[in-house]
């Protein structure tokens, strides 16, 4: 009988009621949730990242929210750390712990057991190469390290000038070791193309009631350069757009909700090649609820 810990991981693509999910399921059978969230890591970060709000969390605890000030660069290695911890604390109450998110490279990292490369950040690498496209960075990327240009998200800007970091430092990406630690239950929501496009947009019309402008002149008005707000996504990108006048308003919720959707068919692309995932169309239904 293996001696590792179980845990149950639900992933899909933004908008599909990930949250939800694991907020019915962590009640039904005394579980808490770890968020697997590259950005549901700021603080104050909250509409835009479409962050589960005190009302939606129904009294289930919550690990990973909100442990840095979005002036820090937090690693996948320090949410990995934390997620870690999260399990460990999870268990030693013997409670069961639910990893919910749409990062995937978070969660490769943690189910996996990645051991990461520790390369410290290159502030004047980093100037040099945010002058460039994504697309420059990629190409560079395939001419240095051709093997980690196949698995990288080539419109990603950070990652891409990231893994060129640890290849100058490291002369490639290193492959990365596994030695995963834990026994796994998969769930993914799976949602049809048109029904997943509604979502999306009413999420934004969602996010704009709830004050995603006002969000993000908090964060300016906090000293967060425009520069760094961009790097939140494009759920913030294309509103300091907007507040700056290089768009209109019609602009701004046009380009959202397209890469948005575009953001969701990588994501699915991604966990299409998983074999162990359960996929479900209505997760509402789920038989482990009862």
């Known amino acids: 009988m293996s001696t590792k810990k179980t845990i149950i991981v639900i992933t899909g693509p933004t908008a599909s009621g990930k949250s939800e999910l694991a907020v019915k399921l962590a009640k039904k059978i005394n579980g808490e949730i770890i968020s697997a969230d590259s950005r549901q890591i700021y603080k104050g970060l909250d509409i835009g990242t479409a962050k589960i709000t005190k009302k939606e969390i129904q009294g289930v605890k919550h690990h990973c929210l909100d442990i840095a000030s979005p002036k820090k660069r937090l690693t996948i290695i320090d949410w990995k750390n934390c997620a870690e911890k999260a399990v460990d604390t999870i268990y030693r109450i013997g409670k069961v712990p639910i990893?919910?998110?749409?990062?995937?490279?978070?969660i490769k990292a943690l189910i996996d057991g990645w051991a990461l490369p520790q390369v410290l950040p290159n502030p004047l690498l980093r100037k040099k190469l945010e002058k460039k496209t994504a697309r420059e960075l990629f190409t560079i990327l395939q001419r240095q390290d051709s093997h980690r240009a196949k698995t990288i998200e080539r419109k990603n800007k950070r990652r891409l000038i990231r893994a060129l970091e640890i290849v100058e430092t490291l002369g490639k990406v290193p492959k990365l070791k596994a030695k995963p630690k834990y026994e796994v239950l998969w769930l993914g929501i799976k949602k049809n193309p048109e029904e997943l496009k509604k979502r999306i947009q009413k999420r934004l019309r969602k996010m704009l009631k709830r004050g995603?402008?006002?969000?993000?002149?908090?964060?300016?008005?906090?000293s967060l350069s425009w520069k760094r707000i961009y790097e939140f996504g494009f759920e913030y990108k294309y509103p300091a757009f907007y507040l700056q006048k290089k768009i209109s308003k019609e602009e701004m919720i046009n380009k959202i909700n397209k890469e948005t959707l575009d953001y969701t068919r990588r994501q699915m692309l991604w966990w299409k090649k998983d074999k162990k995932i359960r996929w479900l169309s209505k997760p509402n239904s789920l038989s482990i609820y009862r």
């Open 99 to 106: 990893v919910v998110g749409g990062t995937m490279f978070y």
């Open 212 to 222: 995603l402008i006002q969000e993000i002149k908090k964060l300016r008005a906090s």
